[in-house]
Protein backbone atom coordinates (compact mmCIF):
# COMPACT_ATOMS: atom_id res chain seq x y z
CA UNK A 1 0.00 0.00 0.00
CA UNK A 2 3.08 2.44 0.88
CA UNK A 3 4.33 1.51 -2.79
CA UNK A 4 1.30 2.64 -4.53
CA UNK A 5 0.74 5.90 -2.46
CA UNK A 6 4.60 6.77 -3.53
CA UNK A 7 4.17 6.21 -6.61
CA UNK A 8 0.56 7.76 -7.04
CA UNK A 9 2.56 11.20 -5.48
CA UNK A 10 5.65 10.65 -7.94
CA UNK A 11 3.39 10.86 -10.49
CA UNK A 12 1.88 13.83 -9.26
CA UNK A 13 4.45 15.53 -8.99
CA UNK A 14 5.91 14.33 -12.09
CA UNK A 15 2.94 16.35 -13.48
CA UNK A 16 3.49 19.72 -11.74
CA UNK A 17 7.30 19.82 -11.62
CA UNK A 18 9.01 17.02 -13.90
CA UNK A 19 12.80 17.85 -12.92
CA UNK A 20 11.69 17.35 -9.45
CA UNK A 21 10.50 14.00 -9.55
CA UNK A 22 13.25 13.26 -11.66
CA UNK A 23 15.32 14.47 -9.03
CA UNK A 24 13.66 12.42 -6.20
CA UNK A 25 13.58 8.88 -7.91
CA UNK A 26 17.12 9.24 -9.83
CA UNK A 27 18.76 12.00 -7.88
CA UNK A 28 21.33 14.44 -9.22
CA UNK A 29 22.57 13.37 -12.60
CA UNK A 30 22.26 12.95 -16.19
CA UNK A 31 18.34 12.10 -16.08
CA UNK A 32 17.80 15.42 -14.10
CA UNK A 33 20.13 17.71 -16.36
CA UNK A 34 18.18 16.10 -19.08
CA UNK A 35 15.11 16.84 -18.16
CA UNK A 36 15.52 20.27 -16.76
CA UNK A 37 16.54 20.78 -20.74
CA UNK A 38 13.79 18.70 -22.28
CA UNK A 39 11.55 21.18 -19.71
CA UNK A 40 13.42 24.69 -21.11
CA UNK A 41 12.62 23.42 -24.62
CA UNK A 42 8.94 22.04 -24.29
CA UNK A 43 7.56 21.03 -21.35
CA UNK A 44 5.53 17.86 -22.35
CA UNK A 45 8.77 16.32 -23.36
CA UNK A 46 10.24 16.65 -20.06
CA UNK A 47 6.79 15.32 -18.68
CA UNK A 48 6.97 12.18 -20.88
CA UNK A 49 10.54 11.42 -19.76
CA UNK A 50 9.65 12.35 -15.77
CA UNK A 51 7.08 9.88 -16.06
CA UNK A 52 9.69 7.47 -17.56
CA UNK A 53 11.56 7.66 -14.87
CA UNK A 54 8.86 7.60 -11.78
CA UNK A 55 7.31 4.59 -13.48
CA UNK A 56 10.81 2.64 -15.37
Same mark, same amino acid.
Given at each position: ???????????????? =? !?? #???? +????? *??????????????? =? !?? #???? +????? *?
Amino acid at each position: MADETNKLLLIIIAIL =L !PP #LAVG +LTKGI *GGHLVLNIVLCLVFW =L !PG #LVHA +LWCVL *G
